[in-house]
């Protein structure tokens, strides 16, 4: 026998060994996880959800194997949680258990563990989460000079919506460039103009970053990451864009650092250069130029993202149902009139407008499965035994359109949030963003952007389709990390 028969008569052999081995592994780790449907070696349950829906091939899979059951993404296993009862447990009731932060393979290559969003490292993210929420809050995240900041930016998008002259166009060249510059103001210390060429690359690399991610090509890397890192495809795309928005946060903390007065911190950057001082002389400290680097460019994105696919997606709604934007133009004119700026106060004489907000934000379900989450240690759940950083889905959708929590859980009705006397209603399963220990950063962020820029829109503007609006999808173009609108046209008619 030849050395290359040998060599191919030893292949032949390991290859069936191997899959048995895996298969072995596999069928051993289900017996201690939540039914779900049979793996196959090494391409999990590739067959179940490989349709590029995975939001919904995930829900399909829950009304045969219930709230609670696994899957295998490749050879990971992964607990799916649906419904607000079993995601409560996972994000409020028992958060302890599941507080680390699951894998996202497409982001966590370029963060590698650092920074405060995508770190699985728990006293990491205990520190910079700790520093990150004291230094936002003093850099007016929730505080009245950033409703100012917002105020103030709301008008410079009026000024450039006036521009367009009535014409239509996509409303994303506009609507993603206002929140970025709040979120530049609060970690850096300045805003951008509209036409800034760095503004404009930042929005697009990072709105490509989530549409692809959230597409097939990102579900498909997270279920394969170790072969799809070496296979060509848009995919890709994703790795250098993360890489040119680090390089842009690492000049911009070079120049604040430049400048810095340690006697006199102007934003997120500037205290935590000031922190990193103070530390130099900890070996252990999480204080240093990555984790700033990687915590501020996670938390521009995020609410970035957040905040302006909500307005996008908010826009496009309001399209579709021209009668609500009646409903809200009258209340604007009721309460806070043509001559003064909206402000949050009016909210809470707007019931119909929160209710409006909070129904558009639950029907857009922002982050479908929520971020995932891992086991802090092994566990006991729901009869089950579950080993230590084991990957959990805690399916937001879930909750946002479960039926016993919203009377109608899968139509657009701002009547989820009204009682019977029209005054808002607030509903526990209502968590867009999360809840619990866990929760997005910038909440209270997102609340007051979505009311004032949206509110201010309208209280300047008409909207108007180039279709008709039978003819306008709300259902979102990719679902997947993010929920992401199909493009659509509109024009801004004064009022």
Known sequence: MSLSEAVSLLLTLSVPCLILVMSFKLLWKSWTLPPGPTPLPLLGNFLQIC????????????EKYGEVFTIYLGSRPVIVVTGYKAVKEVYVDRSDDFLARGDVHSFDIC???????????????????????????????????????????????????????ESFFDPRLFLNKAPCNIVLTIMFGNRHDYEDKELLDVLSYMYETIFIISSFWGQLFEMFPTIMRYIPGRHQKIFDNLRKLLLFVEKRVEMNKNTLDPNNPRNYVDAFLIKMEKEKMNPKSEFHLTNLVNSTLQIIFAAVETISTTLIYSLLIL??????????????DQVIGQDRNPKMQDRNKM?????????????????????????????????YSIPKHTNVFPMLTSVLKDPTCFPYPN?????????????????????????????????????????LFLITILQNFNLKSPVPQEELDITPDVSGLENIPKPYKIAFIPR
């Open 51 to 62: 349709k590029g829906d995975l939001v919904q091939s995930l829900l399909k899979l829950s």
């Open 111 to 165: 963060y590698k563990n650092y920074g405060i969003a995508f770190t699985s490292n728990m006293e990491r993210w205990r520190e910079l989460r700790s520093f990150s929420l004291s230094a936002l809050r003093d850099f007016g995240m929730g505080k009245r000079n950033t409703e100012e900041q917002i105020q103030e930016e709301a008008q410079c998008l009026v000024a450039e919506l006036k521009k367009t002259k």
């Open 319 to 332: 399209l579709k149902y021209p009668d609500i934007i009646a409903k809200i133009h009258k209340e604007i």
């Open 351 to 383: 019931p119909f407008t929160d209710a409006v907000i909070h129904e558009i934000q639950r029907f857009i379900d922002l982050v479908p499965m929520g971020i995932p989450r891992k086991t802090t240690g092994d566990i006991k759940y729901r009869g």
């Open 411 to 451: 139509e657009f009705n701002p009547k989820n949030f009204l009682d019977e006397n029209g005054e808002f209603k607030k509903n526990d399963a209502f968590m867009p963003l999360a809840t619990g220990k866990r929760n997005c950063l910038g909440e209270s962020l997102v609340r007051m952007e979505v009311f």
